[in-house]
């Protein structure tokens, strides 16, 4: 695949605080990327560094394989999209979307037509003569985001464009930009620090943390198999217990786990000895909850004995904290899914777990 962006070995300091540490990065042509990580991690800089708006310190910047590093970001077939919508208050909703036509000096007929088709593909031709005062936030949102791509740009980077939204509306436009980025084609790079929206709408997820990118890979493994114990803690929900190698078998092994017996674990990282300090972490949706007479777990599976602590009752999820012997784990589960009443059960109910082998994800800690 065709890079549409790189960065080679790319750093940038800010006085005393280095935002990006040597990164290295690739995008194809056509990708959509997301930049995951806590503030500070220094996505929003790398967004920067590519968009022309921050020169890097010290590597590369190539868009289309020509280095771009000193090229100012209106020289760069780049848009940028941000959270505050930066629409122009004067103009009208026509005006603020044909913007970029106009400064290229283009047919009028031309402009009118490829403004059109933009507020079709979003639902708001209607709204072509309305000021921005007197829309919406999601109509100011797809209207910046028209904007941004009535250029054709090679690559649109995205702010956290979506942060300024109330929730339903944030889901209503993951969806309008993943359908937009399927039949546009076009190299989208989205900055974010909210997890699922990561999950949701990337090909691939950058994790961040320090200026440095920890982890590149696609959703499903970056969820399913986290590179490392940040990682791991970071994306989605997570139980974290403190624990020690008590055996090795091949791939996997066992792991003393508080005041349980040793616990099965699939996969242990080959530099882990029998004796070392881990961390494990498991996802609550991993881990079966039973009431009275357990089916008979499968093969591979640990079956550990707890009593409940707490019910937390969430909509289509329904959250379990439940005690173990000196450490409390998070259970999640559907309502319909479970295999009894959870609102006839009290705290100190006696509970049985299926907890997979597959499920413990090791860390040296």
């Known amino acids: 695949m065709v890079a549409s962006v790189r960065l080679t070995n790319v750093s940038k300091r800010f006085d005393e605080l280095e935002a990006v540490r040597e990164l290295s990065l690739s995008v194809e042509e056509g990708e959509f990327l997301t930049l995951l990580g806590p503030s500070g991690c220094g996505k929003t800089t790398t967004l920067r560094i590519i968009s022309g708006f921050e020169v890097p310190d010290e590597g590369s910047v190539l868009i289309d394989d020509k280095v771009v590093n000193h090229v100012p970001p209106f020289r760069r077939n780049v848009n940028t999209v ?98 937009m980025h399927k039949n546009l084609g076009i190299t989208f790079i989205l900055v974010t620090h909210d997890q699922e929206e990561a999950l949701v709408m990337s090909d691939r997820i950058g994790v961040m943390k320090s200026g440095r990118m920890l982890q590149l890979d ?15 803690e970071f994306i989605g929900t997570g139980n974290l217990l403190q624990g020690t190698v008590s055996a090795r078998s091949g791939s996997g092994g066992k792991i003393a786990l508080g005041e349980t017996r040793a616990w099965e674990a699939a996969a242990i990282p080959d530099e882990i000895p029998v004796g070392a300090r881990v961390a494990v972490v498991m996802r609550p949706q991993k881990i079966g ?32 904290f439940v005690d173990i012997g000196g450490a409390t784990l998070l259970v999640e589960n559907i309502p319909e899914n479970l295999p009894f009443d959870y609102l006839s059960i009290r705290p100190g109910a006696a509970l049985t777990l299926h907890v997979p082998a597959s499920a413990l994800l090791i860390y040296r800690d």
């Open 82 to 179: 941000f959270q505050n919508y930066a629409l122009f208050p004067h103009m009208t909703v026509f005006e603020n979307v044909a913007y970029g036509l106009s400064l290229r000096k283009a047919p009028r007929g031309q402009i009118a037509k490829k403004v059109h088709e933009m507020l079709e593909r979003v639902g708001l031709v209607a709204k072509a003569r309305n000021m921005p005062r007197e829309l919406s936030g999601g109509e100011m949102q797809r209207i910046a985001l028209v904007r941004a791509l009535i250029n054709e740009p090679r690559v649109l980077l995205l702010d956290e464009p979506l942060g300024a939204l109330d929730a339903k509306l944030r889901y209503a436009m993951q969806l309008e930009l993943k359908h």
């Open 218 to 232: 696609t959703p499903r493994e970056i969820f399913e198999r986290p590179g490392s114990r940040f990682v791991a």
């Open 289 to 320: 909850l039973y009431l009275d007479h357990p089916p008979q777990p499968p093969a591979g599976c640990n079956v550990v004995r707890a009593s409940l602590q707490e019910i937390f009752y969430a909509g289509s999820i329904v959250r379990f």
